[in-house]
T-cell receptor, first 110, second 116 residues
Framework: NAGVTQTPKFRILKIGQSMTLQCTQD?????MYWYRQDPGMGLKLIYY???????DKGEVPNGYNVSRSTTEDFPLRLELAAPSQTSVYFC?????????FGSGTRLTVV | AQTVTQSQPEMSVQEAETVTLSCTYD???????LFWYKQPPSRQMILVIR??????QNATENRFSVNFQKAAKSFSLKISDSQLGDAAMYFC?????????????FGKGTKLSVKP
């Protein structure tokens, strides 16, 4: 079992560029989440999904979009990168109340 | 809305000593889960311990134990016999039982240093 796999691990974007952060899980979990972690701020929920085809906004969704076409994949899209989106991004999945996290993506927008 | 507060941005402990990290939370729910996660420099989020609110007995995992005070909405983590490998960020987190989201709500974290 690979668990939750995130790619890439690091990325530098220029302002205005777009990119997709990939997240894949092989545990057949219905619930999946995207968090961002800013220094000294803990993790905040961006978007979540309760199953294929169902997504909803979290606490800080502005500037992001998600899709969930399969149970396994939950990509996060940044359309027009801004410096405020510089952060570490975590994808997670849940079964009952056991959460599995990916290893994170460090994104820098310059 | 539920909130989680960690009032100690940084803590330090001598190797082999005991340290307690504090966490308080606010919720109107009666059923929920509380967690402590460890985040070493590798950035990986590692579950340390989980407590179910309906269980009065405090959870323990080897050198890690919690003091869960439901009425006071307090959930502290005690690390006994601290080791150099315990140095990391520690996050307290809350998850409501049931509901449509089931997401974790995190505190801001406590950075733990372990002195040899």
């Amino acid at each position: 079992n690979a668990g939750v796999t995130q790619t890439p691990k690091f990325r530098i974007l220029k302002i205005g560029q777009s990119m997709t952060l990939q997240c894949t899980q092989d545990m057949n979990h219905n619930y999946m989440y995207w968090y961002r972690q800013d220094p000294g701020m803990g993790l905040k929920l961006i978007y979540y999904s309760v199953g294929a085809g169902i997504t909803d906004k979290g606490e800080v969704p502005n500037g992001y979009n998600v899709s969930r076409s399969t149970t396994e994949d939950f990509p996060l899209r940044l359309e027009l990168a801004a410096p405020s989106q510089t952060s570490v991004y975590f994808c997670a999945s849940r079964l009952n109340y056991g959460y599995t996290f990916g290893s994170g993506t460090r994104l820098t927008v310059v | 809305a539920q909130t989680v507060t960690q009032s100690q941005p940084e803590m330090s402990v001598q190797e082999a000593e005991t340290v307690t990290l504090s966490c308080t939370y606010d919720t109107s729910e009666s059923d929920y889960y509380l967690f402590w996660y460890k985040q070493p420099p590798s950035r990986q989020m590692i579950l340390v311990i989980r407590q179910e609110a309906y269980k009065q007995q405090n959870a323990t995992e080897n050198r890690f134990s919690v003091n869960f005070q439901k009425a006071a909405k307090s959930f502290s983590l005690k690390i006994s016999d601290s080791q150099l490998g315990d140095a990391a960020m520690y996050f307290c987190a809350y998850s409501r039982y049931g509901g449509s989201q089931g997401n974790l709500i995190f505190g801001k974290g406590t950075k733990l240093s372990v002195k040899p």
